[in-house]
């Protein structure tokens, strides 16, 4: 089946900095999600990407479609401590016989200690 | 409140025990769905439903059984047959199936077997 590489795996930020990380895949996406998910809690969505070369923004977040629909990025610029989490991409291939997500394994973002 | 609720939060199960986790919403969604999340992965989709009294299998539906009687309810049932049921479970419903990029999810429910 499709997959979708999500990196960095971990990251480590401190208050104020910008931070970035992306999602790739070996096939082509029509729509790309970005997700935040708290400990113990369901992904809630942050942004929804459906053009190639797109790019929105939520707040402090920033993110964009690839133009080549196979690569996706999100920005969180500023960071605080409550940006603490886990960050999923998820691709959407529409098909006739139903809609399905394709998640990308995650991106814990954590505190510098 | 709108939302979805999936009870319980914590549920054991024995070895050769089926256990049934509950999935409710009242957004008035005609779509709704089962992920399994396994540490350091991504969601998985197990099955989904588009509308009453229909449901298909997504990408790991063996060892799960699902029913979709009432429009507000799709409950998910861990069989014997699934031999790694220990997962975080979550339900998520949309508006409809051809706007899946609009679902919602609900708490989750962590399985650990005894």
């Known amino acids: 089946g499709q997959q979708l590489n999500q990196s960095p795996q971990y990251m480590f930020i401190q208050e104020g900095e910008d931070v970035s990380m992306n999602c790739t895949s070996s096939?082509?996406?029509?729509?790309w999600l970005w997700y935040k998910q708290e400990p113990g809690e369901g992904p809630v969505l942050l942004i929804a990407?459906?053009?190639?070369?797109e790019l929105t923004s939520n707040g402090r977040l920033t993110a964009q479609f690839g133009i080549t629909r196979k690569d996706s990025f999100l920005n969180i610029s500023a960071s605080i401590p409550s940006d603490v989490g886990i960050y999923f991409c998820?691709?959407?291939?529409?098909?006739?016989?139903?809609?399905?997500?394709?998640f990308g394994g995650g991106t814990r973002v954590l505190v510098k200690p | 409140d709108g939302g979805i609720t999936q009870s319980p939060k914590y549920l054991f199960r024995k070895e050769g025990q089926n256990v049934t986790l509950s999935c409710e919403q009242n957004l008035n969604h005609d779509a709704m769905y089962w992920y399994r999340q396994d540490p350091g992965q991504g969601l998985r989709l197990i099955y989904y439903s588009q509308i009453v009294n229909d449901f298909q299998k997504g990408d790991i539906a063996e060892g799960y059984s699902v029913s979709r009687e009432k429009k507000e309810s799709f409950p998910l049932t861990v069989t014997s047959a699934q031999k790694n049921p220990t997962a975080f479970y979550l339900c998520?419903?949309?508006?409809?199936?051809?706007?899946?990029?609009?679902?919602?999810f609900g708490p989750g429910t962590r399985l650990l077997v005894l």
């Open positions: 998520a419903s949309s508006i409809v199936a051809s706007r899946v990029e609009t679902q919602y």
């Open positions: 990407l459906y053009k190639a070369g």
């Open positions: 096939s082509i996406f029509n729509t």
């Open positions: 998820a691709g959407l291939l529409h098909k006739a016989a139903g809609n399905k997500l394709t």
